[in-house]
């Protein structure tokens, strides 16, 4: 199997623990020498921390691990393309490569809305491969913000009981 | 003494903190209702973490003092102008309005290279105040890195004489 296809399955798997804690179903996971040695998936909800996106936790799982901020030669395996904050905190670990799954028209800085990444205004500079098992990464989050408008359609129903 | 300049101060005692510990010195403080609610400063290299930036450090914080991701009303004072990271977070926890000091012609995102906050792509707006008490944010920077060339250039002299 396909090295990229591998580890971006290995990020599903963390976006699944997201979706099963009610968060949007993000995962993300960072290879060294052909091994994983991060793995997150978001928390914004469950810590109430708006820096607590799967790249940003995976980013600081690693540096722990290595002891070092410097990320060199990892690569990152994202399953939505990251917003501004994580692709600048891919730029600050000075990350080799990043791999998003779905694209992200509303926050992607990885060539949607910008390409932080491969702009060459920064100290450093990579590359990033999209639409890596596209499908799959973009069908649990529809999944997840489907059942939230059900969700939002029931309450609003009993709501409208209650008055 | 104007608010703006009085905060200011409050962030550049964060970063005497850093300038302490041998950290490059940005220091960061989150203003809600006229109070200081977080105050944080960068810790890098004694963290090892690419993320620890001031701003990141402090929005955590103020998240945590609030009890949610989203601050709302609040204010942010950054010695430095925010890296792409830093101003993702900024967007990311709906900070109201942000202030910086010095420019930073490398990775500034708040009007240098990008208008991150400003530039209405976002899901959240806001407008960056930059130059606030600036050379004395630029002072503390400059000294910093005046004392990192010159224990180089020592440390370089020593190598030499042990050849």
Chains 1, 2 share one sequence.
Not at 43 to 60: M, S, V, Y
Not at 61 to 75: I, P, W
Not at 154 to 161: A, F
């Amino acid at each position: 199997m396909d090295a990229d296809v591998r580890f971006m399955k290995e990020a599903l798997k963390e976006a699944r623990k997201a979706f099963l804690k009610d968060e949007v179903p993000v995962g993300c996971v960072i290879v060294k020498g052909g091994k994983v040695i991060a793995r997150a998936h978001n928390q914004r909800e469950g810590r109430q921390d708006a820096t607590a996106h799967a790249e940003l936790l995976c980013i600081k799982k690693a540096c722990k691990k290595l002891g070092s901020f410097r990320l060199n030669g990892c690569e990152l395996y994202v399953t939505l393309e990251p917003c501004p904050m994580c692709a600048g905190a891919i730029i600050n670990a000075r990350v080799e490569r990043a791999v998003f799954g779905a694209y992200d028209p509303k926050a992607g800085c990885c060539g949607t809305l910008y390409d932080l990444l491969g702009c060459g205004k920064f100290n450093h500079t990579l590359k990033a491969v999209g639409g890596v098992m596209e499908e799959e990464c973009s069908d649990i989050l529809k999944r997840f913000f489907a059942e939230k408008r059900r969700a939002q359609r029931e309450l609003n129903c009993l709501t409208k009981g209650d008055g």
